[in-house]
């Protein structure tokens, strides 16, 4: 090897020695900031997700705090309503596994385009700030305009330019406004809408006994009761020869079996909703010996507003079984008392909705909320024949002709 070719040798080994380092140094720094790095994990490693005890979520001019209290989360715009934590945690997890896709180095014009300028305006983005439990930022994301898989499936054939799908979101981290991050996930649900977050678990009945519905409307009220859970059902207060009808009694039979709710006010909310003032009651008795009470106000929109209390009159200890052998005395003792167990936990579950007004669908209602005469069974007409022999003289057949027979003399 001459001297000539040492040198561009030399050459060589310090241009990539010196492209190496700058490689090393860009991977430092992208390891370092953790978020900004392509394959990095967007809120960095060892994210400390146990600490946050606060979500801060604000988009335009909606804001949404969700926070830890007593160990649970609630939602402040909702008066401190339990938050459903599954959703949180599902959120919490996720956001701390989201890696980085793509790396776009971005200038002031372009925030527009990707939803991410700052303020209340419509291309603003959604801004996330987790808190710790002294109220101080963890990480703030701000979460642009999700990314569109145009490829994720085939068009459909009731859309115009095909059916699109979101595979992503672009995001900002912390105060970086020059690097959008693109994330593989849209992040659909993290909207600064309480109603979203709150808890959707509620109360319901199981087994009743006895359904009363008392309209402000007194002849419409009716209280329908049956002596066994499979046996059927009765007027309490049938009039005269009154009778219910028993499939449409199939229809407010079982009332808040399964209800749901949309949103959530505190009881002491003012103005009241319309018609809690003179509201609709309907009082069930079950076959647990609980009682519920709801109080239906007036229908706005599609939903009704109510509230429900919770009574119960538990007996004290269990009647033995006829003829109960002493063998089956502990089974039963042990199985009765785990039903009562788990009843008084759902009556101490059910006294924590007591303070709250619900807004529940019209589908959840309306099946119980019957008039008296729209359960009441048709009457049916019935036709008496009339015998011709009975209604009709009888004609004998005589020589001369036809002549109607001799009456008896009268004596």
């Given at each position: 090897m001459n001297r000539k070719q040492f040198g561009i040798l030399l050459i060589l080994l310090v241009i990539l020695g010196g492209a190496g380092l700058l490689l090393r140094k860009n991977h430092e720094r992208a390891a370092n900031e953790g978020e900004q790095g392509t394959g990095q994990k967007l809120l960095g490693d060892n994210f400390p997700i146990n600490d946050v005890t606060e979500l801060d979520i604000k988009h335009g001019t909606n804001e949404l705090v969700l926070?830890?209290?007593?160990?649970?989360?609630?939602?402040r715009e909702r008066s401190d309503y339990p938050a459903n934590f599954s959703q949180i945690s599902d959120f919490l997890i996720k956001a701390a596994d989201l890696k980085v896709i793509q790396n776009e180095e971005v200038g002031p014009s372009q925030l527009a385009r990707l939803e991410l300028e700052p303020g209340t305006g419509t291309n603003s983005g959604v801004i996330v700030d987790l808190k710790n439990k002294d109220g101080k930022s963890i990480k703030t994301l701000a979460l642009g305009k999700k990314h569109i898989n145009k490829s994720a499936r085939p068009p459909s054939q009731f859309s115009m330019?095909?059916?699109?799908?979101?595979?992503?979101?672009?995001?900002?981290?912390?105060?970086?406004?020059?690097?959008?991050l693109l994330i593989a996930d849209?992040?659909?649900?993290?909207?600064?809408?309480?109603?979203?977050?709150?808890?959707?678990?509620?109360?319901?009945?199981?087994?009743?006994?006895?359904?009363?519905?008392?309209?402000?409307?007194?002849?419409?009220?009716?209280?329908?009761?049956?002596d066994t859970e499979t046996g059927d059902w009765n007027f309490s207060d049938a009039k005269g020869d009154e009778k219910l009808d028993?499939?449409?009694?199939?229809?407010?039979?079982?009332?808040?079996?399964?209800?749901?709710?949309?949103?959530?006010l505190p009881a002491n909310t003012q103005p009241q909703p319309a018609g809690l003032d003179k509201p609709t009651v309907v009082t069930v008795d079950t076959f647990d010996d609980l009682t519920y009470t709801v109080k239906v106000g007036s229908k706005t929109n599609d939903d009704y507003p109510i509230t429900v209390t919770v009574a119960a009159n538990f007996p004290k200890q269990r009647v033995p079984a006829k003829d109960e052998k002493p063998e089956d005395k502990a089974k039963a003792d042990t199985a009765w008392a785990k039903r009562q167990s788990?009843?008084?936990?759902?009556?101490?579950?059910?006294?924590?909705?007591?303070?709250?007004?619900?807004?529940?669908?019209?589908?959840?209602?309306?099946?119980?909320?019957?008039?008296?005469?729209?359960?009441?069974?048709?009457?049916?007409?019935?036709?008496?024949?009339?015998?011709?022999?009975?209604?009709?003289?009888?004609?004998?057949?005589?020589?001369?002709?036809?002549?109607?027979?001799?009456?008896?003399?009268?004596?």
């Open positions: 926070f830890k209290k007593d160990d649970m989360w609630r939602v330019g095909g059916d699109n799908m979101s595979d992503g979101r672009y995001v900002f981290v912390g105060g970086n406004t020059h690097n959008a849209p992040l659909n649900n993290l909207e600064a809408k309480p109603d979203v977050w709150v808890s959707k678990d509620f109360f319901k009945i199981e087994r009743p006994k006895a359904i009363a519905v008392t309209f402000p409307a007194a002849t419409n009220s009716w209280k329908i009761v049956r028993q499939a449409r009694a199939s229809g407010v039979s079982s009332p808040f079996s399964s209800p749901s709710f949309t949103d959530v788990d009843l008084e936990a759902r009556v101490k579950q059910t006294k924590e909705f007591e303070n709250w007004i619900y807004l529940i669908p019209s589908w959840t209602v309306e099946p119980v909320l019957k008039d008296r005469k729209d359960l009441v069974a048709e009457k049916k007409e019935e036709t008496k024949k009339e015998d011709s022999t009975d209604s009709q003289p009888v004609i004998e057949k005589h020589e001369e002709g036809l002549v109607p027979p001799e009456k008896p003399d009268a004596k």
